[in-house]
């Protein structure tokens, strides 16, 4: 199994320019999620779908988009990319989140970094 | 807002010693707190979970407690050794004001163990 796998793992954009971040789990997960980690400030929750045909803002959802396009897969959109997105996006899947009482661990992909310039 | 923090001040210890991080949790009663190891350039990956109803936990060298009245987690690791330098990162979902599913994190602290 590979886990959870991110596409692609470094991009450099130029202001206003789009792009999407893709990721795409083999664990039959129910929940994604899209974490964006600066220097100091941990992982902030971007958006997240806790099941297939959803999906919620999380801490920092401004300047993105997302999609759930099935079970397996989660992409994140930058429809016009600043330098203030620059940062390492990290994706994560667990088997299932809104079981009461019961977190289930979550499993991260490599990171994608990204610098706008 | 629900708060999740951690003491972004890193903590330098001796080999052998005991290191003991925390996180505290406001505005929020979690029915669970995860913690995370994440090495640089690598995705977090989970060490342990506690429950609410739980005091303490162990996974062998690896303790976390859980105190819902000061709405606080320590997780300790006990017999330190330069291995264990890593950033470490607590996670909190569940019940408690509206479970939707959601998982947030600490900014995490990072461990340093010196020979």
């Known amino acids: 199994n590979a886990g959870v796998t991110q596409t692609p793992k470094f991009q450099v954009l130029k202001t206003g320019q789009s792009m999407t971040l893709q990721c795409a789990q083999d664990m039959n997960h129910n929940s994604m999620y899209w974490y964006r980690q600066d220097p100091g400030m941990g992982l902030r929750l971007i958006y997240y779908s806790a099941s297939e045909g959803t999906t919620d803002k999380g801490e920092v959802p401004n300047g993105y988009n997302v999609s759930r396009l099935n079970k397996r897969e989660f992409s994140l959109r930058l429809e016009s990319a600043a330098p203030s997105q620059t940062s390492v996006y990290f994706c994560a899947s667990r088997l299932k989140g809104t079981l009461a009482g019961v977190g289930t661990e979550a499993f991260f992909g490599q990171g994608t970094r990204l610098t706008v310039v | 807002s629900q708060k999740i923090e951690q003491n972004s001040e890193a903590l330098n210890i001796q080999e052998g010693k005991t290191a003991t991080l925390t996180c505290n949790y406001t505005n929020y009663s979690p029915a669970y707190l995860q913690w995370y190891r994440q090495d640089p350039g690598r995705g977090p990956v989970f060490l342990l979970l506690i429950r609410e109803n739980e005091k303490e936990k162990r996974k062998e060298r690896l303790k976390v407690t859980f105190d819902t009245t000061l709405k606080q987690s320590l997780f300790h690791i006990t017999a330190s050794q330069p291995a264990d330098s890593a950033t470490y990162l607590c996670?909190?979902?569940?019940?408690?004001?509206?479970?939707?599913?959601?998982?947030?994190f600490g900014q995490g602290t990072t461990l340093q163990v010196k020979p």
């Open positions: 996670a909190t979902g569940g019940l408690g004001s509206g479970n939707t599913g959601k998982l947030i």
